[in-house]
């Protein structure tokens, strides 16, 4: 597999992921509470043994996106995307997001005995 080389890619790949990650546990739970629901929830189980290599990927490709929006603005040469305030802005607001569920695909597990 190969690294995406761009902020964005590692971003996607990260939320993705992530969400796959938590299809086990935090998707069936997040289904059935709007209201969505049916026997083909418990074919999410399948994703169970994944989860942990998954989230380890998660967390890796999160962290190698946050090598690259934090860094300097100096070290982009000018015309880059990574030297737009804007993109930045931008890459910083989807890193919040794809973190956001990170964090609730780990802690689903801990979390949902508390609504049931």
């Known amino acids: 597999m190969t690294t995406p080389k761009t902020p964005l890619g590692l971003l996607a790949a990260g939320g993705l992921t992530a969400l796959l990650g938590s299809a086990c546990c935090l998707g069936p739970l997040v ?3 709007i209201g969505l629901g049916g026997a083909w929830l ?3 189980q399948v994703f169970e043994p ?3 290599y998954l989230l380890g990927a998660a967390v890796v490709l999160l962290f190698l996106a946050y090598r690259r ?3 300097p603005a100096a070290q982009c040469t000018p015309g880059q995307v990574c030297a737009l305030p804007k993109t930045r802005r931008r890459y910083k607001t989807l890193f919040a997001l794809a973190a956001s569920l990170l964090s609730a695909a780990l802690l689903s597990p ?3 005995p508390l609504f049931y």
């Open 50 to 52: 994944l989860r942990p």
């Open 69 to 71: 929006i934090w860094r």
């Open 110 to 112: 801990y979390l949902a």
């Open 31 to 33: 289904l059935v509470s």
């Open 42 to 44: 418990s074919e999410l």
